[in-house]
């Protein structure tokens, strides 16, 4: 391995995604048969403004590259100096990638076998702490000086490299990074290797992790261990910087599309990742609620909410939600005034609905009127359907499950095969409760109307009693 070439690299940027990351500063040493064969170093200007926190990390400011050479003046040097070579870098894949995207606004191909120090530090010095530059140096006694700066990090790269080159004795970890066929070049280099040989192949919820845990990102996946491998092929700046923050990949497995779909949902209401952008946003709902007026009077109302909330009904739609508040102010002959469908009318003159008794008028008393209210919103509540989906379980003799009871999401669950459930009561000790939102009821509807209602069952919306009140 010792006689192969290598262009040990570092570069200093203007930060901003791989995209918007431009150079200020390169350093590239070649390095064969245990010595340094030459160097490269120079500033770049990268036509751009430095961003006053890359001036305070690394020194270099607009002034300082202001007469240096663009990377259109050095990108042949660079691509003469570095060829046949090994691309080498302490996290290869933010340097590389980053030159590669210079190379190509000038319309020319870089391309390089590349090796990361990060990863194969982590091999062949397992356990530390932490792999940073700055970190492992001190760690292993390596000098560095001149932090964040391109030369300076790039020799201390190169003394790390010799010493890695010097524990892989017989050059099997170092052939295996260059395996055309291996996957270590292009996973990110926080994350251990056994972290992803370890993930299931089977439907559930991955999370990624940053250094502290908290997590990052989640996702769902029919395969989690495909699905997972397959952020870190792509070049999008938003998935490349996903890697770079990623120390740790967790996971829940559920075996059933469904039921991830919903556990995916929930992670994301609850740990607002930073990475995801579907469904941070709260959607709005709406609720038929009522209340009791000055009057004395039930009045029925809409209200717009972000979090659902106890209601006779709960609409993710205002169209659906006035249309079922109209049918009861039809059929059970209540007042559009009393409704708050003509709320500022002193005697209701709806267009449509004309069917008021004359509460509206001291036409009809007060607790006739509000009995057919009663009976209105007893009649809402039967007409929102409880039900359970079931489907596959983590293993064969498991089911999974769906719960919707009244017509609102409360969570998922497994139960054994074996276990025999009459009613909806049987489900609450399987059951990890979840928040209902515009997401759940989104995912709940389109799955019915992808497999119809083969695995759904129906119970009685009446039958709740059993039932514990911290499921309503």
């Known amino acids: 391995m010792t006689e192969r070439l290598f262009a040990i690299t570092d570069i200093e940027t203007t930060g901003g995604g791989i995209n ?14 245990g010595s340094v064969e030459d160097k490269f170093t120079t500033l770049v200007n990268p036509q ?74 982590r091999k062949l010095i397992p356990g530390l702490a932490s792999y940073s530059l700055g970190r492992l140096c001190k760690t292993i006694n390596i000098p560095l000086e001149n932090r964040h700066r391109a030369e300076g990090d790039t020799d201390a790269t190169v003394i790390l490299f010799s010493r890695l080159l010097a524990l892989d004795e017989g050059g099997d970890v170092f052939f295996s990074f260059l395996n055309p066929h291996s996957k270590e070049a292009t996973i990110p280099p926080h994350i251990p290797r056994d972290q992803i040989e370890n993930l299931p192949e089977i439907a559930g919820v991955y999370l990624f992790k940053d250094a502290t845990h908290k997590i990052l990102y989640a996702g769902k996946a029919k395969n989690i261990k495909k699905r997972v491998l397959s952020h870190f092929y792509e070049k999008k700046t938003k998935k490349y910087l996903l890697g770079q923050e990623t120390h740790f990949i967790d996971y829940e497995t559920t075996n059933n599309e469904l039921l991830a779909l919903l556990l995916e949902s929930e992670k994301i209401r609850q740990h607002y990742p ?31 909410i972000k979090v659902s ?30 409704c708050t469908l003509q709320p500022n009318a002193v005697e209701c003159s709806h267009y449509r609905l004309v069917s008021c008794e004359g509460i509206c008028r001291d036409k009809e008393s007060v607790p006739d009127y509000n009995q057919k209210v009663r009976e209105a919103l007893s009649s809402l509540q039967i007409q929102q359907p409880s039900f359970a989906i079931h489907g596959k379980g983590r293993t064969r003799d498991e089911i999974g499950f769906a719960l919707v009871v009244k017509g609102v999401y409360k969570g998922f669950g497994f139960f054994d095969a074996d276990v025999g459930i009459q009613n909806l009561s049987d489900y609450e000790a399987f059951l990890k409760p979840q928040k209902s939102s515009y997401h759940t009821h989104c995912i709940i509807r389109s799955y019915i109307k992808k497999h119809g209602e083969r695995n759904v069952v129906y119970y009685d919306s009446n039958d709740t009693e059993s039932i514990s009140e911290e499921l309503f």
């Open 48 to 121: 751009c403004p430095i961003p006053r926190y890359i001036t305070t990390l690394t020194g270099i400011d607009n002034d300082t590259v202001a007469h240096a050479p663009t990377f259109r003046d050095i990108a042949k040097t660079i691509d003469h100096f570095t060829k046949d070579a090994i691309f080498v870098a302490h996290n290869v894949s933010f340097d590389y990638n980053v030159l590669r995207t210079e190379f190509r606004n000038l319309g020319m191909d870089f391309t390089r076998k590349k090796l990361c120090t990060v990863r194969l530090s």
């Open 309 to 338: 909330r106890n209601s006779a009904a709960t609409f993710y739609n205002r169209t659906e939600a006035l249309n079922a508040l109209e049918e009861l102010c039809e059929k059970f002959k209540l007042c559009p005034r009393f």
């Open 274 to 304: 930073k990475f995801n952008r579907a469904q941070k946003r709260p959607t709005s709902a709406f609720q038929i609620i009522h209340y009791i007026n000055q009057r004395g009077i039930i009045q029925l109302a809409l209200q717009k």
């Open 20 to 33: 918007g990351n431009r150079v200020t500063e390169i350093c590239i040493v070649l390095y064969k048969n």
